[in-house]
């Protein structure tokens, strides 16, 4: 069994032609940018759009965790219990829970409903996240079921699970959608909760075994893209050319703030999303350092 909080169809961005992304619900970081809040842990969250609640009352009946104060809904998320009730009274989808139970079988029947698209297009599974590595045993599932398909595989992944899962993982042939954070590792503890000497490792690995490697840089304004940042990117990069497939630019934005606020959490970090002149700096710099780039849309 795992814990998926999204199955997305027909997503273009996340490896080779079109796929279907499998989000699992934990991950070892806690980037305080993060644009999926909803799978940092592993346990259910409860997602409430207030722009959606009418006040109707109904959830009221069935919650004791929920009063209306000041002409506003307010959730008492200590007291919250995850039950669904909320959810299933309401009637304008203003409450959702994030995270189900699933098994291995019922994702690979949702998967295999578009196998015509992966063979025209040469797409495939993504798993993503949180972290795949978090639940490494049906991650691993996963890609030996849909590889068993002749479906192409991959995994988004931040690069600090246990070094066995990429082993296994590069044994089936794995794509890896590998992200680098920031190149310094008290800076990187600092914004994420831990030092990347695991992440180096593991993608270090992954170079000596000639794994499918595409390099991912989520770039925050004002965090992790000054000049000494990009630099130290590009020294990395330069060291382990002709290792990886080419590196791509993942520009901030915004949808995290408004998940967490959902969550019943104040964002972490919140700043305009990325802008022309933000990605036209960065591919000079990169330029500068000699390093080709991609930035992603």
């Known amino acids: 069994m795992?814990?998926?909080?999204?199955i997305q169809k027909f997503c273009l961005h996340?490896?080779?032609?079109?796929?279907?992304n499998v989000f699992l619900k934990g991950c070892p970081l806690k980037c305080i940018w993060c644009h999926n809040p909803e799978g940092l842990f592993r346990t259910v969250s409860l997602s409430f759009t207030a722009s959606r609640c009418t006040l109707c009352g109904r959830c009221l009946d069935v919650c004791p965790a929920r009063r209306i104060?000041?002409?506003?809904?307010?959730?008492?998320?200590e007291q919250c219990t995850h039950c669904g009730r909320c959810v299933d009274v309401c009637l304008n989808d203003a409450n959702e829970l994030l995270g189900r139970e699933v098994t291995a079988d019922e994702v690979m029947r949702d998967v295999l409903k578009d196998r015509?698209?992966?063979?025209?297009?040469?797409?495939?599974?993504?798993?993503?996240?949180?972290?795949?590595?978090?639940?490494?045993?049906?991650t691993l599932d996963l890609l030996k079921r849909?590889?068993?398909?002749?479906?192409?595989?991959?995994?988004?992944?931040?690069?600090?699970?246990?070094?066995?899962?990429?082993?296994?993982?590069?044994?089936?042939?794995?794509?890896?959608?590998?992200?680098?954070k920031c190149m310094d590792p008290d800076?990187?503890?600092?914004?994420?909760?831990?030092?990347?000497?695991?992440?180096?490792?593991n993608l270090e690995y992954l170079f000596s075994r000639g794994a499918d490697v595409r390099i991912r840089l989520p770039l925050i304004p004002g965090i992790n893209d000054r000049d000494e940042d990009i630099d130290a990117l590009c020294s990395y990069l330069k060291e382990h050319d002709g290792k990886y497939r080419y590196a791509e630019i993942m520009p901030y934005h915004t949808?995290?703030?408004?998940?967490e606020r959902k969550l019943g959490n104040e964002p972490r970090y919140e700043a305009e999303a990325a802008n022309e002149e933000?990605?036209?700096?960065?591919?000079?710099?990169?330029?500068?350092?000699?390093?080709s780039i991609r930035i992603s849309e």
């Open 146 to 180: 849909a590889k068993a398909e002749n479906i192409g595989i991959a995994i988004e992944t931040c690069g600090a699970g246990p070094r066995l899962f990429f082993e296994k993982a590069a044994d089936l042939n794995t794509t890896f959608l590998y992200d680098l």
């Open 255 to 259: 949808l995290g703030t408004g998940k």
């Open 69 to 77: 104060e000041d002409g506003a809904l307010v959730i008492d998320r």
């Open 14 to 20: 996340d490896g080779d032609g079109i796929r279907t």
């Open 187 to 201: 800076r990187h503890r600092k914004l994420t909760g831990s030092d990347n000497k695991a992440i180096l490792d």
């Open 116 to 138: 015509m698209f992966y063979e025209r297009s040469g797409g495939g599974l993504t798993v993503s996240g949180g972290e795949p590595s978090y639940q490494p045993e049906f």
């Open 2 to 6: 795992g814990t998926v909080f999204n």
């Open 278 to 291: 933000d990605k036209k700096r960065w591919r000079a710099r990169f330029e500068e350092n000699g390093v």
